[in-house]
């Protein structure tokens, strides 16, 4: 429904940016809806139905044709949860589009990493992979083999990172109690996290993590 070699990357939040489009590159038809959301910056939007092949994807498009800034007027904004997929080039992006910069680095590490759930050791691991990325706490990733996944409850959760790929959930049992959705792994992912493939992660704002012995701090993170 859209093609262009020509977009533009707008921070409507500080997280992540979204794809506007040339008008000239929209290949659907566009069907005023009336008006659209309102932004203290971009101004007032007018929605737009999205018509392609016999499918029509009403609020799919918001214009701000009369924005104060002025880069905005000739662009189209599309849902990201509206079209059924997007691509970069020949790969497809999910979740929504990515920062330029944000960055993810993996390191191999000879640290010896302890994770503990309401006491119980969970997992521990002197071959961790390190997973650095832009505006979140350094991760630790382990090897199946150390993690104690007797303890391990593997769940229908299914999350997907434009950066990373798509994750499979366990909860852990532990302390008398069930912790839901505590560690994650990514069976396939992508080019640039393809050195954490298969290992598990735990969520070090929930859980106890040792690094060499010492006791590290709970990040704040949207995770939290």
């Known amino acids: 429904m859209a093609d262009t070699v020509r977009p533009?990357?707008?921070w409507e939040i500080p997280?992540?940016?979204?794809?506007?489009?040339?008008?000239?590159?929209?290949?659907?038809?566009?069907?005023?809806?009336?008006?659209?959301?309102?932004?203290?910056?971009r101004g007032d939007a007018t929605a737009?139905?999205?018509?392609?092949?016999?499918?029509?994807?009403?609020?799919?498009?918001?214009?701000y044709?009369?924005?104060?800034?002025?880069e905005l007027r000739g662009l189209v904004r599309l849902e990201w949860d509206a079209m059924d997929a997007w691509f970069e080039?020949?790969?497809?992006?999910?979740?929504?589009p990515r920062d330029p910069y944000t960055r993810v680095n993996v390191l191999a590490a000879s640290r010896n990493v302890r994770v503990e759930v309401d006491g119980v050791t969970a997992a521990e691991s002197s071959s961790p992979r390190l997973l650095f990325e832009t505006g979140l706490p350094v991760r630790y990733y382990l090897p199946k083999t150390h993690v104690r996944m007797d303890l391990l409850e593997h769940t229908d959760t299914v999350t997907r990172c434009p950066y990373k790929g798509t994750a499979e959930y366990w909860s852990v049992?532990?302390?008398?109690?069930?912790?839901?959705?505590?560690a994650w792994s990514y069976p396939t992912p992508l080019?640039?996290?393809?050195?954490?493939?298969?290992?598990?992660?735990?969520y070090s704002e929930k859980v106890d993590i040792f690094v060499d012995g010492v006791l590290q701090p709970r990040p704040t993170s949207p995770f939290a």
């Open 8 to 10: 533009v990357l707008v």
């Open 15 to 41: 997280y992540y940016p979204a794809y506007y489009v040339p008008v000239d590159d929209v290949r659907a038809e566009l069907v005023e809806d009336g008006p659209g959301k309102h932004s203290p910056s």
């Open 48 to 63: 737009y139905t999205v018509k392609v092949d016999g499918t029509e994807r009403p609020g799919a498009a918001l214009r």
């Open 65 to 70: 044709n009369d924005s104060p800034i002025e």
């Open 89 to 96: 080039e020949d790969e497809e992006v999910f979740v929504h």
């Open 173 to 182: 049992r532990a302390g008398g109690k069930v912790h839901e959705d505590l």
């Open 191 to 202: 080019e640039e996290s393809r050195k954490v493939a298969g290992l598990v992660c735990f």
